[in-house]
């Protein structure tokens, strides 16, 4: 709850005033279905590099870059950056605010809004890598975290910023895997709306997409504390780097496939958020 001498308190209700528009909530719900479809086709790409079928690992900015050689591609990445932007939009108001009414600030919810935070910065990153496709820039490569790695590598205790930047990732994977254990993102949806079945799988589909997030987080986390050890900012990996990795270990096809698998059902499950997800006012 805010406190009445918060530097944010003269502008939260002009900020609830828009959050209540039901133009909002659809920006908000478009913004998962967005990150579902962005999801299910990095899951699908790497199912069919599993199988041998043609396809390849690759990371979100993969994603929007087999949308946009579609037929109408464009005009489908236009549609999922809209909804980016309303995700990013969503985050904000999550990481300043409370929509959802979730209590007191304590050190839980500190970490919690750090967390929404960035989750918008990168969603701002992956929303401008989608309208410089639009705009027919090749949009940038598909691993930044490398550069990124090697900037900060080159910075006055770069090498500790990483090595905790690595941690922190690792703590985010250890997050994952313990939400999907304990299932509490059935608190945020509307499983009131749901038909039995419906809410069966939506449960399955967010614990086992959940956990494959997590899972890659791990690696990704690992890999950042291996590139401050060794002071090597190209041992740093991003989801597609991690998803390639996995196929190169023993049992690599097999790895690859459930992670896969597990990234699709991840998608789904955010498309079944844009339907069913509490978007609270505030």
């Not at 086709?41 to 041998?52: K, M, N, P």
């Not at 090595?163 to 999907?180: E, S």
């Not at 509307?190 to 039995?196: A, Q, R, S, V």
């Amino acid at each position: 709850m805010t406190k009445p001498n918060s530097p944010i308190e003269p502008i939260k209700q002009p900020i609830k005033q828009v959050t209540s528009h039901l133009w909002f909530k659809r920006l908000a719900r478009l913004g998962y279905a967005a990150k579902g479809l962005v999801y299910l086709i990095v899951g699908l790409l790497a199912s069919a590099a599993a199988i041998g079928t043609g396809g390849r690992t690759t990371d979100t900015s993969g994603a929007l870059k087999a949308i946009v050689t579609q037929h109408e591609g464009k005009l489908l990445l236009s549609i999922v950056t809209l909804g980016i932007a309303g995700y990013v939009l969503w985050r904000l108001v999550q990481t300043f605010f409370d929509p959802e009414n979730r209590g007191q600030i304590n050190a839980k919810r500190i970490v919690q809004r750090f967390g929404y935070a960035c989750s918008a910065i990168g969603y701002t990153g992956l929303a401008l890598t989608a309208v410089k496709l639009i705009m027919g820039s090749p949009g940038g490569d598909d691993e930044p975290i490398e550069d990124w790695t090697i900037y900060f590598l080159a910075q006055p205790f770069g090498r500790w910023l990483v090595a905790l930047g690595g941690i922190m990732v690792i703590g985010v994977c250890i997050a994952f895997l313990f939400q999907a254990y304990k299932a509490k993102f059935r608190n945020e949806l509307k499983l009131d709306e749901m038909t039995h079945n419906e809410r069966i799988w939506a449960v399955s589909f967010g614990r086992f997409g959940i956990a494959a997030r997590g899972f890659v987080f791990g690696i990704i986390g690992s890999f950042l504390v291996l590139a401050a050890i060794q002071i090597d900012g190209s041992e740093a990996r991003g989801l597609g780097g991690a998803l390639a990795i996995l196929a190169q270990q023993p049992f690599g096809a097999w790895l690859l496939a459930a992670v896969a698998l597990g990234l699709t059902a991840y998608g789904i499950y955010s498309l079944l958020e844009s339907r069913y997800r509490r978007i609270a006012n505030l």
